[in-house]
């Protein structure tokens, strides 16, 4: 009789655990990968309310790339691209990276001149990113109209060739696989409703289905992360805006790259089922909401059909929407064991936390595990609001209002 073999378990839930993480999204099964496999702690629970993947790791558009603006940001990023090789060994599982690279296209000699740093920045830290002309993106795109019909006309772009795509559900199969595999336990459908402290100090989650003692917790729940923290007393500067995607009936291959255009706010990719995989910019009012807008299906094929004309007449098959936890400088926070002790956050990724979530998981487990915060997540810490020393990884810094 053929037997299915689960890839992750269903545990009983105990009564304590040694470190407990709030989140199954990419960052937490990540950190609870890593804490197992390079520090062999495995007394670990993930606890998601949903199911693993129910947040922005299953609902992103897959894009990885390491051409961040500043140098602590392409220096981690950088980090993050060169594991996925290596994940899909030691996990063993096809996490289908596709190193197609990434053109990002600007409309204008200023548009050109900003990234102009971009470039600078990463040739610096050894990443392969290059400017283009408007000749150059074509060569690289074919499908692009580069002529002056368009309302604005391309003018150059930023080639970055070690991006592309990872299939993102396999990224979270993969992970829970591999943390399962090693005695983390995967808690589904489990909320936590509280987060207990004594003396300055965590000491347990209050879940609906019973309080876990726990000597460490780490909070990675994405946009909800603001909520949890706020239950210890701590208060993160992150607005949570709704951002939206749409996959198009399957095609024969024909584009070989990502494309983006922030003028445009629209990007794509083809999946390696076919289909065209779209985003573009988030709704710009804070919610919780995972709706979707008429207002964007119009956008985007306006958009892309205007850059790719070859794309008219295309049909949208999905459209989804997730949550982007946004900081004022779209660069994370990630800190902990200060405010509350043995408590721990990994939150404000906005739309990068994708391709972040293995090397962010990795450094956050051997923080916790050894207490010592390494040196490349020193510049993501909280105080840096409190300073006024925000990262450039914007040009404007944004704000929606007080924190709350
Ligand atoms: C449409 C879209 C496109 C995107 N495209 C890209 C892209 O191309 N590249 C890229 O790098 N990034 C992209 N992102 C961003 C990326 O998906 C997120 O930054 C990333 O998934 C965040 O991972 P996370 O683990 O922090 O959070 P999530 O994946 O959101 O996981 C958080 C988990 O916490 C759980 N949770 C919340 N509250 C509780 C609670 N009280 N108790 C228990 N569990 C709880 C949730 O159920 C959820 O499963 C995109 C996001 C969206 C929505």
Known sequence: MFAMKRLWNRP???????TVIIGGGLHGLAAAYYLARDHGLTD??????????????GRNTAIVRANQRTQENVHLYNEG????PELT???????MFYNCGNLNLVHSEAGLGAFRMNVATA?????KSELLDAKGCKEVVPQLDISDRLKFPIYGGMYHPPGGTIRHDALVWGLAKGAAKKGVHILQQTEVMDIGVDKGRVTSVRTDKGVINARRVLIAAGGYSTLLCRMVGILLPIHVLTIQAMVSQPMKPFLHHVVSSGTYHAYCHQSLKGELVTGSHMDPWPNYTTRVT???IKHQAEALTEMMPCLKGLKFMRIWSGLADMTPDMAPIMDGNTQVENLFYDAGWGYFGFKSAPIAGRYMAKWIATGQRPDILSPFGLERYREARLQGETSTPINYGPWD
């Open 44 to 57: 670990v629970a993930v606890i998601d309310r949903r199911y693993i993947g129910f947040g922005g790791a």
């Open 294 to 296: 008429a207002r964007y």
């Open 81 to 84: 691209l060169k594991l996925w």
């Open 12 to 18: 009983t839930q105990k009564s304590a655990y040694d």
């Open 89 to 95: 060994r030691e996990l063993d599982f096809n996490l």
């Open 123 to 127: 040739q610096f830290c050894g990443v």
